[in-house]
């Protein structure tokens, strides 16, 4: 799969009622609106070239289990990498672990 960012383009779905009554048995408005914005942005980004995601000068990346957030080591099966803000990662982190914008 191939992510695009455009950075020219900004869209929102909603999808729920007011007056904070359900929408059906188990529907909510995030199931409903994803495959909407999904539709639209396919759509949109057709003709848009790949655009690699820039991360913001000062965020630190750190690799975290999938499914439980908690902080792994690089290269762990299972791991993702999350953005923090320096100071706000989980913690223990040991700086092997960090990557920070300026070296991706």
Request: glycine share 10%; charged share 20%.
């Amino acid at each position: 799969m191939v992510h695009r960012l455009l950075t020219r383009l900004a869209l929102g779905v909603f999808i729920g009622k007011d007056d904070f009554t359900t929408l059906g048995r188990g529907e909510q408005g995030a199931l409903a609106a994803a495959p909407i914005f999904r539709e639209f942005m396919k759509e949109a980004l057709a003709d848009q070239p790949a655009t690699p995601f820039r991360i913001p000068q000062g965020i630190v990346l750190v690799p975290v289990d999938a499914k439980s957030g908690t902080p792994e080591p690089q290269g762990t099966p299972g791991s993702i990498l999350e953005a923090f803000k320096p100071g706000t990662e989980p913690g223990p982190i040991s700086p092997a672990s960090r990557t920070s914008a300026a070296t991706m």
